[in-house]
Nanobody, 122 residues
Framework: QVQLVESGGGLVQPGGSLKLSCAAS????????IGWFRQAPGKEREAVSC????????RYSDFMKGRFAFSRDNAKNMVYLHLNSLKPEDTAVYYC???????????????WGQGTQVTVSS
């Protein structure tokens, strides 16, 4: 089972930015993709972005209309989510998760981190 640990959340002013980190370990042949999800109080968990790797390269999927950016550092076994132009509506617990391939469905992901809280408030 893949182990995932998120960090980087906190309190930020509207319009500000945050960089979330996800440290990943224990990958096997069954897990090739890492996705970011978020869940606000009283709402469904929703997909933010996803990254998958293969011999042909890396693919990225963005579900937030370009406001958030996904990056990676293979040497450090880390992936990052850059949250830009943050709004109060972005307040949520943000999770990273691992799957065989990228998907918007949380049920397709077999391993999850503990989550990191992002609060956007003036």
């Amino acid at each position: 089972q893949v182990q995932l640990v998120e960090s980087g959340g906190g309190l930020v002013q509207p319009g500000g930015s945050l960089k979330l980190s996800c440290a990943a370990s224990g990958f096997s042949k069954d897990y090739y993709a890492i996705g970011w999800f978020r869940q606000a109080p009283g709402k469904e968990r929703e997909a933010v972005s996803c990254m998958s790797s293969s011999d042909s390269g890396t693919r990225y999927s963005d579900f937030m209309k370009g406001r958030f950016a996904f990056s990676r550092d293979n040497a450090k076994n880390m992936v990052y989510l850059h949250l830009n132009s943050l709004k109060p509506e972005d307040t949520a617990v943000y999770y990273c998760a691992a799957a065989l391939e990228c998907s918007r469905a949380p049920s397709d992901f077999g391993s999850w981190g503990q989550g990191t809280q992002v609060t956007v408030s003036s």
